[in-house]
């Protein structure tokens, strides 16, 4: 199967909702056997697991690929010099970033703007967008600036604007976004990356300012804090948006995604903590046992795969590093799994290579 | 096995008064409740003003040798297996520690007998040319005379579950007749206590100067009546727990860290013909079984000779085949999330260094399945001693001299401790030699890693030695006395 039959193949399926099971399984079996015939570390990898198109009957054998290999290996099917596009990681964890190679973005932006359109807008055809996040121009390798782009692109109404330049957030014009979307009744979306709203929350107490946000008005984060500001625990997190910007913690939104995905889940808000997150018919997740792979009988804790078909240039399933459980209707998202330290005298991996980086 | 075990040993203080926290152990379809002792600050304050009044008018006053003999009694209750006391600790410690029952009970013999009289008295003998300085003044070489104390009140803060680690530290405050206190460790909070309760049986009025208790870590108040009492604090675990620890002890107070530590073993070529190398991976397995690599002593690395008649991929395979034949003897523990997590990133990390090179391996061989409770990587490139990911995970690192390994491990410097080592006797010291220059401070034979003999000096420090301090009487002063004598002329 070429690429070209892969991408038509992909943009169908995202526009056909209500997609079975066997669909599902059927378009995975495919991409995998493209992606172990073209991508050769994958198929190194899935050959030493004993995994082959010949032997993978169901989507939940298909390998996944621990996402740090991102980091170490070319993970792509077309020649890397040929991608459109190339996403990275932001490097804040560990060494070297993780790359995600992209032939053509139409897949990643139709998968982004399918799932943006059905959890963040549902009924609205566009929303003033305040962005609190570089934009591409800024930061041409990371997938979040391209998001947000095409969300305010395609999403926001022409008085939408990117609230980050290159002298860092400029409190001035959000807060006369603010105040204009407060005076004008019509709702407001404020979006950006988990720890940009942390500064954002200070600047406001310190000058006791508050918003009232009109009706329909939302709170998108993602990302987590990142080391780059400090780390609050979500129920304070989300009670403080709601305070500064007097929108529900319903209203409340926050996009689970990753550089290594072209596709993202979503929660209905974040009233209770951690919440139900779920994506879109083209994207799965298994709760697997991070030392056998194998699935763990629901509700047991466990780390997750997501099986991706929208990520058909690179692998689709990934082994993240993050601790979930299933839930009905998704996940919950219950943070990074730590390897832990011994429970005796022996020193460990977190504390050597945090001595290492001392 | 529904019994509710009372942890630690608290003289002076009315056990009815004392609040517990219950803390349930689970392991080998078992359940173990261990109610731990948490004292509020009149009562943390008032069980080191109890044992440091009673050290000073009784355990100051005792012969070196009655100690001997009462640490030497409570040893003997814990090795006699039809003691009711090893009988307990042999059921319960396996579901506490999570180590199989067999892991358990050698351990426990196996420390316990360094706590014999001739041992304590090795251990003496180690520290002090003439351990009388316990007992009394005794006359100094350079003239005068000398006699050693420890600290008044010796704080212990124990950490992690190998069974019984706390009993040296224990042994040596005692030794040096210091009231001591110790802090048990949530992971194996029992021996310590039974231990101070098999002293107090063999001798009561030495029980009276030992207390054992725990608190929360980091809890403020009553931590902080413990840490203002002590004179001494001597605390066991890893970087971050210690320099918080270390940044509330006030400035007087000795502060003794041991802080977690990496080992490692080396094989040399001469110990690689076809007859030695399966038992050498036999006992290589046997230092990576016990205690499934939690003690600061195991290996987590073993760096191979090339140029022997069995290859360093060889030895890999034997080690492997060694772990996969103990596993059924010694099942592995049930491994909580993160520690699975961290076999997993370890292998996982291997496994793509494999997938990068365009052979079929990349000089990097993964051997033993996922599945498996046990895992080899056999790395055909010299590599920088790097952690495993502990729990029976081990990494075979191919030199083509073993002269090479001090350059591999001495960026980990400040992390280095025991190194396992098989090679013939004049190679043996001239490796031995560069080690101890980097910092290695102990040598054992493979197979005795996790095993220190009686008397070891933990991190190559003094056990006993580095607790005193002495009183010197100067030569002066005794020659001056002369002249006050009644049958002065």
Not at chain 1, 49 to 65: E, F, I, Q, S, Y
Not at chain 1, 106 to 121: K, Q, T
Not at chain 2, 83 to 98: D, I, N, S
Not at chain 2, 459 to 471: C, E, I, N
Request: aromatic share 8%; proline share 6%; charged share 20%.
């Amino acid at each position: 199967m070429s690429q070209a039959e892969i991408v038509d193949a992909l943009l169908a399926f995202i526009g056909r909702p209500g997609a079975t099971d066997a669909e599902f399984e059927a378009l995975a079996l495919r991409l995998f056997a493209y992606q172990f015939a073209h991508n050769a570390p994958y198929r190194r990898f899935a050959q030493q697991r004993g995994r082959t198109p010949l032997t993978v009957r169901r989507w939940r054998d298909v390998p996944a690929v621990p996402i740090k290999a991102f980091k170490d290996l070319t993970l792509s099917c077309c020649p890397p010099e040929a991608a459109e596009r190339v996403f990275m990681t932001s490097g804040t964890t560990g060494s070297g970033r993780g790359r995600s190679y992209h032939p053509t973005l139409a897949v990643y932006d139709a998968s982004m703007l399918a799932g943006f359109r059905a959890r963040v807008m549902r009924e609205r055809e566009r929303i003033r967008m305040g962005i609190l996040f570089p934009d591409e121009a800024a930061l041409p390798n990371s997938s979040l600036a391209h998001y947000l782009a095409l969300a305010r692109e395609q999403c926001g109404t022409p008085d939408s604007a990117v609230l980050v330049g290159s002298a860092g957030l400029d409190l001035d014009a959000l807060l006369r976004a603010l105040g204009e979307a407060e005076a004008s009744g019509e709702p407001y979306a404020l979006l950006g990356a988990t720890y940009a709203f942390v500064p954002v929350m200070d600047a406001l107490a310190e000058r006791g300012r508050r918003f009232g946000l009109p009706a329909g008005s939302l709170i998108f984060d993602t990302g987590g804090f990142k080391g780059q500001s400090r780390e609050i625990d979500p129920d304070t997190f989300y009670d403080g948006l709601s305070h500064a910007f007097g929108v529900p913690r319903d209203a409340c939104l926050n996009m689970y995604g990753m550089t290594e995905l072209s596709t993202q889940f979503y929660d209905d808000g974040n009233a209770v903590c951690p919440p139900v997150k779920s994506g879109p018919h083209w994207i799965r997740s298994r709760v697997v046992d991070p030392l056998t792979g194998a699935d763990l009988p629901e509700g047991e804790t466990g780390v997750l795969v997501h099986h991706d078909l929208a990520h058909f240039n690179s692998v689709s399933a990934i082994l993240t590093e993050d601790a979930g459980v299933i839930a009905p209707g998704g996940f919950r998202l219950l943070g990074r799994v730590e390897g832990s330290a011994s429970r005796g005298c022996s020193v460990a991996v977190a504390e050597f290579l945090a001595a290492a980086q001392a | 096995m529904s019994d509710l075990e009372q942890a630690g040993h608290l003289p002076g203080i009315p056990a009815d008064a004392v609040g517990r926290r219950i803390v349930a152990h689970e392991a080998w379809g078992e359940t173990v409740a261990v109610a731990l002792p948490s004292l509020s600050e009149e009562q943390a304050k008032a069980l080191c003003g109890h044992v440091r009044i009673r050290a000073r008018d009784t355990l100051r006053r005792m012969e070196t040798a009655r100690i001997v003999a009462a640490i030497d009694r409570a040893s003997a209750c814990l090795l006699d297996r039809s003691h009711p006391l090893r009988r307990k600790a042999e059921a319960l410690l396996p579901v506490v520690t999570g180590y199989d029952r067999e892991t358990v009970r050698l351990g426990l013999t196996s420390t316990l007998k360094t706590f014999r009289r001739p041992q304590l008295l090795r251990f003496l003998a180690e520290d002090f040319f003439n351990p009388g300085v316990l007992d009394g003044f005794q006359p100094a070489v350079k003239g005068g005379f000398v006699r050693a104390q420890g600290p008044a009140l010796l704080l212990h803060v124990w950490a992690g579950n190998v069974p019984a680690l706390a009993l040296w530290s224990l042994v040596a405050g005692l030794l040096v007749k210091s009231g001591t206190v110790g802090k048990l460790a949530l992971a194996e909070p029992l021996t310590a206590g039974w231990f101070a309760r098999a002293i107090a049986e063999a001798d009561p009025e030495l029980g009276e100067c030992l207390a054992v208790t725990w608190w929360k870590g980091g809890a403020g108040a009553v931590e902080a009546v413990f840490l203002r009492e002590a004179d001494c604090v001597m605390a066991y675990g890893g970087n971050e727990t210690l320099a918080a620890l270390r940044a509330k002890v006030p400035v007087a107070t000795r502060f003794l860290p041991h802080g977690h530590r990496i080992g490692f073993a080396m094989v040399a070529r001469e110990a690689l013909d076809s007859r030695r190398a399966g038992p050498l991976a036999r006992l290589a397995a046997h230092d990576v079984v016990r205690y499934e690599q939690q003690g600061c002593y195991a290996p987590q690395m073993l760096f191979v000779e090339r140029g022997g008649a069995v290859a360093p991929g060889e030895f890999a395979r034997h080690l492997a085949h060694a772990l996969a034949a103990t596993a059924s003897r010694h099942p592995r523990r049930r491994l909580e999330a993160g520690e699975a997590a961290a076999i997993a990133a370890w292998r996982s990390a291997y496994e793509m260094r494999a997938l990068e090179g365009e052979g079929p391996s990349g000089g990097t061989e993964l051997l033993g399945d996922l599945a498996d409770p046990w895992s080899v990587v056999h790395l055909d490139a010299a590599t920088p001693l790097s952690p495993s990911g502990l729990n029976r995970t081990v990494a075979v690192v191919a030199v083509d001299d073993l002269a090479e390994v001090s350059g591999l491990v001495a960026p980990h410097r400040a992390y280095l401790q025991s190194a396992g080592i098989a090679a013939a006797p004049a190679r043996l010291f001239r490796l031995a030699d560069d080690l101890a220059g980097i910092g290695v401070t102990r040598i054992s034979a493979l197979g005795r890693m996790t095993a220190p003999e009686a008397g070891w000096h933990h991190d190559g420090r003094f056990s006993l030695l580095d607790l005193v301090t002495v009183t010197e009487i100067e030569h002066s002063a005794e020659a001056a006395a002369e002249g006050f004598a009644p049958y002065a002329d």
